[in-house]
């Protein structure tokens, strides 16, 4: 394989030139479709280490057993280490496209046609939930981004563009024209949640930045950007916390209160919610090239790196009581993305410490929450929903999907999904 150095994306848009930037451009096409060509960072803490390595091994090792088992599947969780099923009444859960970003990922960096056929699969079965008003909600990025969109943008399949396509428009129909948001979640028919807006909600916003790119219709990238702007007011904190959910009185737009939601309680930070809040602004920038979104993304950062425990492993919420000591594994995977990707695009002192801090993190669930038995579906454990849900610390399909995400940043095989 042929290695090509280059320098960051934030010099080359701003200093490089014109044909610099179509000559990145054109590579970066070309690495997301060729799973030979590899998209290699610069070296700012960002290199692969042994035991990036090592974990890159491991879970190839193991999917390649998990694939052959689970291919028609719809996964969420598991029982008794095996994989559940939402092929049916469950198509429109929220994280029903997170197995399909695992596929495109192993495919990418394998090559091997059994993922590829395996996420095929599932973005069809994902078609029922278009014929299905009330499991359409705001999720839609993370729903068709990791299924049609990663198909699109790998094979140039024109069934998965309108697919991606669809739930564009689907998304941006839900933007509250007053309050500048796009609403979370719906409800039985009395409004009871039109104001609501939620944090998560940025990791959707990448669909209708890629809506824009395709149709060139501003109509995507001003909802984007506009919702991106309401969260920056009303759910960073001024310490760089983030609020899970903000209500809007929905016909005026007026601010009403915050409300605790997946989290411990109001006030407090739900870790994967400051997760979202992290990458989420930090793909805004990514997307629009607006530094604003980048900084912060960075007081995100800053005070999620503030609040890591000593041994790297994330509770539910940095606010939770001491007892129970429950974790969310997936706070740490998700956060780990984002702070690998603010890396990529700062200066190199704060860059290695970004890095440094999502190493820290994904060594502690490499060295004490992988499984990395064969017989079992999931590799993550003590993966948390919520605070206040009954169950806790079991598997979740999406802590395995940034797992990987983020490890394959570390080794230089990502397809870039969001
Ligand atoms: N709705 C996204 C989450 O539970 O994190």
């Known amino acids: 394989m042929h290695t090509c150095v280059l320098d960051g994306e934030k010099i080359a848009d701003r200093e490089a030139g014109e044909y610099a930037i179509t000559f990145l ?37 193991k999917m390649w057993t998990v694939v052959q088992r689970s291919r028609g599947k719809v996964p969420y969780t598991t029982v008794d280490g095996t994989f559940d099923d939402w092929s049916g009444q469950g198509i429109s859960w929220w994280t029903n496209g997170f197995w399909g970003g695992m596929m495109w990922q192993l495919y990418h960096a394998t090559g091997e046609s059994l993922y590829r056929e395996t996420a095929e699969k599932l973005e069809k079965k994902l078609d029922q939930v278009f014929m299905d008003n009330g499991g359409m909600d705001h999720d839609s990025g993370f729903r068709w981004l990791p299924t049609a969109v990663a198909d699109y943008r790998i094979t ?13 428009s689907d998304l941006a129909g839900r933007f509250n024209p007053v309050g500048k948001f796009i609403r979370a979640w719906n409800d039985d028919g009395d409004a009871s949640r039109a104001g609501w807006a939620i944090i998560d909600c940025m990791m959707n916003l990448p669909l209708l930045y890629w ?52 989290g411990y309680g109001q006030g407090s930070s739900w870790t994967r919610g400051q997760a979202w809040a992290l990458y989420g602004f930090t793909l805004s920038y990514m997307h629009t090239g607006d530094f604003k979104y980048l900084e912060t993304a960075e007081r995100v950062a800053d005070y999620f790196i503030s609040q890591i425990p000593e041994e790297g492993l994330i509770p539910i919420d940095f606010c939770q009581p001491t007892e129970p000591a429950w974790e969310d594994s997936t706070a740490a995977a998700i956060a780990s993305c984002g702070l690998l990707e603010i890396a990529a695009r700062v200066p190199e002192e704060k860059a290695r410490a970004y890095a440094a801090a999502a190493d820290k993190m994904l060594k502690a669930l490499y060295d004490k929450r992988c499984n990395w038995d064969d ?27 940034y797992f990987i995400e983020a490890v394959w940043k570390r080794v230089g095989k990502e397809f870039f999904i969001w």
């Open 25 to 61: 451009e054109v590579m970066r096409e070309a690495a997301e479709e060729n799973p030979h060509i590899q998209w290699n960072r610069e070296d700012k803490g960002m290199q692969g280490q042994d035991w990036t390595r090592e974990a890159f091994e491991k879970i190839t090792k």
């Open 156 to 168: 140039g399949n024109p069934e998965s563009k309108n697919r991606g396509l669809r739930a564009a």
């Open 211 to 262: 809506a824009y790119e395709e149709t060139k219709d501003p109509r995507f990238l001003h909802i984007a950007t506009m919702h991106a702007d309401t969260a920056e007011t009303y759910f960073i904190r001024p310490d760089g916390s983030a609020n899970h959910i903000v209500v809007f009185d929905p016909f005026t737009g007026a601010y009403k209160e915050s409300l605790g939601g997946q």
């Open 375 to 401: 017989n079992c579906d999931y590799i993550l454990e003590k993966c948390s929903s919520a605070y206040h849900d009954e169950r806790h610390e079991f598997s979740i399909i999406y802590g395995d999907y």
